[in-house]
């Protein structure tokens, strides 16, 4: 049996293509709404994400939307 330390981090590499979708700041994730076809940003928790509201990413490349 394989021990567990010796498994890749798999969860903590980006998809490839992928966007980022959390971001420290509101400028940010207003700059990155292009990518997510939709403008604005809203708070999710401390950071920000792209899109006025939450779900609102019309073909974005994300793949977001399954948390």
């Given at each position: 049996m394989a021990a567990l330390g010796s498994a890749p981090a798999l969860a903590?590499?980006?998809?490839?293509?992928?966007?980022k979708a959390v971001f420290?700041?509101?400028a940010e994730a207003e700059a990155a709404a292009k990518?997510?076809?939709?403008t604005g940003a809203?708070?999710?928790?401390?950071q920000?994400?792209?899109?006025?509201?939450h779900g609102e990413t019309?073909?974005?490349?994300?793949?977001h939307g399954s948390h």
């Open positions: 903590q590499q980006p998809a490839p293509g992928a966007q420290a700041t509101k990518h997510f076809n939709c809203h708070k999710m928790g401390n920000w994400m792209p899109c006025a509201t019309q073909g974005g490349t994300s793949g």
